[in-house]
T-cell receptor
Framework: GAGVSQSPRYKVAKRGQDVALRCDPI?????LFWYQQALGQGPEFLTY????????KSGLPSDRFFAERPEGSVSTLKIQRTQQEDSAVYLC??????????????FGPGTRLLVL | AQSVTQLGSHVSVSEGALVLLRCNYS??????LFWYVQYPNQGLQLLLK??????LVKGINGFEAEFKKSETSFHLTKPSAHMSDAAEYFC???????????FGTGTRLTIIP
């Protein structure tokens, strides 16, 4: 079946602009994760949903970052008043946690955000 | 708290030679450990995972890793490198599976023809 998809793949924003990044998880996957990957670094956890509930948002770097998953499927990561340090690749992953604790996270291709 | 250290941000090996990518972890609870591979402009793909069953874990594309609790290590190996193995490799640790993975900074593997 189809994997995790993300859109747009590339986004250029002017500093101060708001952006919205979309993630379509694998159909039926209960859990959804957002990670931020700065250039030359490993992914860093941002937030986690189980169905529509946001269970962990401890990784969101500031209150300019907001994520939602209103119907327990598609998720949107919104960044308000973007700043240059927000430039990174934003990765989405999903897993079918309903079947236990050991399920693999499947990653999308990421959205590369460049803030000028 | 958990953390992962990947020794060597860049590793080069000749085609056909042994690949060894190092990963050491720190975890206050029994860890679950993962190796992911990332090709340019693509997302991460799982190579293998350790979930407290067998300490030697076999993954895709001929890779394997051995969990050594005494050394807090989970090094990735492949007996014979192929050109197609050139990519970025990430080691990650999770508490009880997948709620919140903590990744290392990655190792870029270059294969020399």
């Amino acid at each position: 079946g189809a994997g995790v998809s993300q859109s747009p793949r590339y986004k250029v924003a002017k500093r101060g602009q708001d952006v919205a990044l979309r993630c379509d998880p694998i159909s039926g996957h209960v859990s959804l994760f957002w990670y931020q990957q700065a250039l030359g670094q490993g992914p860093e956890f941002l937030t986690y949903f189980q169905n529509e509930a946001q269970l962990d948002k401890s990784g969101l770097p500031s209150d300019r970052f907001f994520a939602e998953r209103p119907e327990g499927s598609v998720s949107t990561l919104k960044i308000q008043r973007t700043q240059q340090e927000d430039s990174a690749v934003y990765l989405c992953a999903s897993s079918n946690r309903d079947r236990g604790f050991l399920e693999t996270q499947y990653f999308g291709p990421g959205t590369r955000l460049l803030v000028l | 708290a958990q953390s992962v250290t990947q020794l060597g941000s860049h590793v080069s090996v000749s085609e056909g030679a042994l690949v060894l990518l190092r990963c050491n972890y720190s975890s206050s609870v029994p860890p679950y450990l993962f190796w992911y591979v990332q090709y340019p402009n693509q997302g991460l793909q799982l190579l293998l995972k350790y979930t407290s069953a067998a300490t030697l874990v076999k993954g895709i594309n001929g890779f394997e890793a051995e969990f050594k609790k005494s050394e807090t290590s989970f090094h990735l190996t492949k007996p014979s490198a192929h050109m197609s193995d050139a990519a970025e490799y990430f080691c990650a640790v999770g508490p009880f599976g997948n709620e919140k993975l903590t990744f290392g900074t990655g190792t870029r593997l270059t294969i020399i023809p």
